[in-house]
Nanobody, 126 residues
């Protein structure tokens, strides 16, 4: 099991930027692909972005493509989500998660991720 702790959320205005961090401990962080999901009030949790073990491959939901960037520092056991040009519709609790299996397998499905953080709130005002 990997323990995951997100940080960096907050209240910002539309057009602002935020960088979320996810600190991992437990199993070897560099052995796993990782992802970010989000859940807005009254909505289901949805895929945001994912990154392969080495960081060579990434994937993004269409809603954040070109605005968000995922990265990782395996030496620091940390996953990042840089969010630019934030919109009110980006308001949600953001979760990092450890993916099971290979990177490309069922990448967008919640069930493909085994360990989850507690989430960090991002609120974007208009």
């Amino acid at each position: 099991q990997v323990q995951l702790v997100e940080s960096g959320g907050g209240l910002v205005q539309a057009g602002d930027s935020l960088r979320l961090s996810c600190a991992a401990s437990g199993r070897t962080f560099s052995n796993y692909a990782m992802g970010w999901f989000r859940q807005a009030p009254g909505k289901e949790r949805e895929f945001v972005t994912a990154i392969s073990m080495t960081g060579a491959r990434t994937a993004y939901a269409d809603s954040v493509k070109g605005r968000f960037s995922i990265s990782r520092d395996n030496a620091k056991n940390t996953l990042y989500l840089q969010m630019n040009s934030l919109k009110p519709e980006d308001t949600a609790v953001y979760y990092c998660a450890r993916k099971s299996g290979i990177y490309s397998s069922n990448l967008y499905q919640i069930s493909s991720y085994d360990d989850w953080g507690q989430g960090t709130q991002v609120t974007v005002s208009s």
